[in-house]
């Protein structure tokens, strides 16, 4: 199906599910969602709401904007194991007359497949992440779990190819599996390709939580072998959640910082718009995603990686998951392998001897994204796939 062939031959009615709207980190959703055409009519059903400041969309449904009680009660049934959805979730759904369902992330899809299959609704699962690989790996009734999802969902987002395989592997139906990129707003993203003289210190950005997978150690590692040639100027925007594992990377990345005699400017976490001011005033942008050792991973790419690439900014990455998907303009050998910080070390080497050659890559890469992660785009093409899927049976 064609963008133009996504008309409106149904009244699609979708619940959007998601834990919560939105977390700072979850730019991406908002996204997804709000550039949505209008003719799809968007209902967020989520158990507690903030940054609406930031995020804000018609029709948010919030558990939390019930009584007390109320809210107290679903959750408490819930964690007793006497349903896996909330009630809530099934009285929007037949209060707004939905059709079908939008579950975000592969767990919520599981807890809410019973509540499609009740209402006869069409359910579409997207999975992000932790969802992929983690849970599977921590918990083997996950794998059971997918398996009786996959038998009922009707159709599988996946941000690229190796997340697609990856589900296939747990047991996903090959033709329900299907990639759909993650947008960004472009109009946010003016092409500035990046340069830089060997006069001047090298600005490197790192931004992502403090996560095992987003390989930060390793960024620090490297970074420190190259201040042994190139003066550089650190930014860190990110900092760890209250969770122990959180605040053990945190400790791992201010020893790294320590042993190299590094000194980076911390910045915490940051809005969005933090982050694009920053990214314009840096040269070089490195994410080294690795899996971690609980087996969690990007499952896609991180958005930041997409966004940095967008805005003209090298970007020093890993062949993880579906990163060299995101960086499909770039020659294979500048992208290292997992935890290979001597990889890290020759290609930040190779974009510090050669920036003459940036631009070269850099254009390529700004076209690539413009095709395939334009969130107006997008956001047609899910409007596409939500009408495919109604379509299918009727």
Request: with cysteine.
């Amino acid at each position: 199906m064609t963008l133009d062939q996504a008309t409106k031959p149904y009244s699609i009615v979708v619940i959007q599910d998601s834990l919560g709207w939105l977390p700072i980190t979850q730019t991406w959703l908002y996204n997804q969602i709000s550039f949505l055409p209008t003719y799809i009519d968007n209902h967020i059903v989520c158990e507690n709401t903030k940054n609406l400041e930031q995020f804000y969309i018609p029709n948010i449904h919030s558990l939390s904007d019930t009584s007390c009680w109320q809210y107290n009660w679903q959750k408490g049934i819930r964690k007793l194991g006497l349903c896996n959805h909330l009630p809530f979730l099934l009285e929007q759904a037949k209060s707004t007359k939905a059709n079908l369902l939008h579950s975000h992330f592969g767990h919520r899809g599981w807890s809410n497949y019973k509540v499609a299959k009740v209402l006869l609704l069409k359910h579409i699962v997207t999975f992000y992440g932790l969802d992929v690989n983690q849970l599977p790996q921590q918990d083997q009734r996950w794998k059971l779990r997918y398996n009786e999802l996959f038998e009922h969902v009707d159709c599988v987002l996946c941000e690229g190819l190796h997340m697609a395989q990856s589900l296939i592997a747990l047991g996903c139906p090959t033709h329900k599996a299907k990639i759909h990129h993650l947008g960004i707003r472009l109009d946010q993203f003016t092409y500035q390709p990046r340069k830089w003289h060997p006069s001047e210190p090298l600005k490197v950005l790192i931004a992502a939580a403090f996560r095992e997978k987003k390989g930060i150690p390793d960024a620090i590692a490297a970074l420190g072998y190259l201040q042994q040639s190139t003066p550089l100027e650190i930014t860190i925007i990110g900092d760890a959640g209250d969770d122990k594992a959180s605040q053990r990377e945190k400790r791992r990345i201010l020893d790294a910082v320590h042993q190299y005699g590094l000194t980076p400017t911390f910045m915490g976490y940051q809005p969005h718009s933090v982050f694009l001011e920053q990214a314009y005033r840096h040269h070089l942008f490195i994410s080294p995603s690795v899996k971690a050792s609980d087996g969690d991973t990007e499952g896609g790419a991180p958005v930041s990686i997409i966004e940095a690439a967008a805005t003209g900014m090298p970007v020093i990455a890993t062949r993880h998951c579906d990163i060299p998907e995101v960086l499909n303009r770039y020659p294979a050998d500048l992208l290292a392998p997992e935890h290979d910080v001597e990889q890290l070390v020759r290609i930040l080497n190779w974009w510090v001897g050669y920036p003459q050659e940036w631009a070269g890559i850099l254009l390529p890469q700004r076209a690539y994204i413009e095709a395939e992660y334009d969130a107006k785009v997008q956001g047609l093409r899910l409007a596409a796939i939500y009408t495919e899927v109604m379509a299918e049976h009727q």
